[in-house]
């Protein structure tokens, strides 16, 4: 397991534009899966977007890609969404998660096997 620590929520207003951080401490190993993930009232958790720390794929949903960037400083251990035109919808807490060490097939959004979370940073979009 790792140390996540999220950071760079806040409110803003539609169209607007805000970057998250998360830092994960203390891994030691060289394959983790990380992810985005947010839940909003009343509805159920989901994944927003996934890194591999050993390439450069990233992944997205379908409600968030072309606005959401995934990214990370492997030299800050840090991991980043930037999260441009947001929308009311957008509203949620979000969480960073991690899988370490990651041995599945495919760090893609539709993993859900972390074994690290954060405690997550509120994110509220008002129209």
């Known amino acids: 397991q790792v140390q996540l620590a999220e950071s760079g929520g806040g409110s803003v207003q539609a169209g607007g534009s805000l970057r998250l951080s998360c830092v994960v401490a203390d891994y030691t190993y060289s394959s983790v899966c990380l992810a985005w993930f947010r839940q909003a009232p009343g509805k159920e958790r989901e994944a927003v977007a996934t890194?591999?720390?050993?390439?450069?794929?990233?992944d997205y949903a379908s409600a968030v890609k072309g606005r959401f960037t995934i990214s990370q400083d492997n030299a800050k251990k840090t991991m980043y969404l930037q999260m441009n035109s947001l929308e009311p919808d957008d509203t949620a807490m979000y969480y960073c998660?991690?899988?370490?060490?990651?041995?599945?097939?495919?760090?893609?959004?539709?993993?859900?096997?972390?074994?690290?979370w954060g405690r997550g940073t509120q994110v509220t979009v008002s129209s």
């Open positions: 890194t591999y720390n050993g390439g450069p794929s990233t």
């Open positions: 998660a991690a899988r370490s060490p990651f041995r599945g097939s495919a760090c893609n959004i539709y993993y859900g096997n972390y074994n690290s």
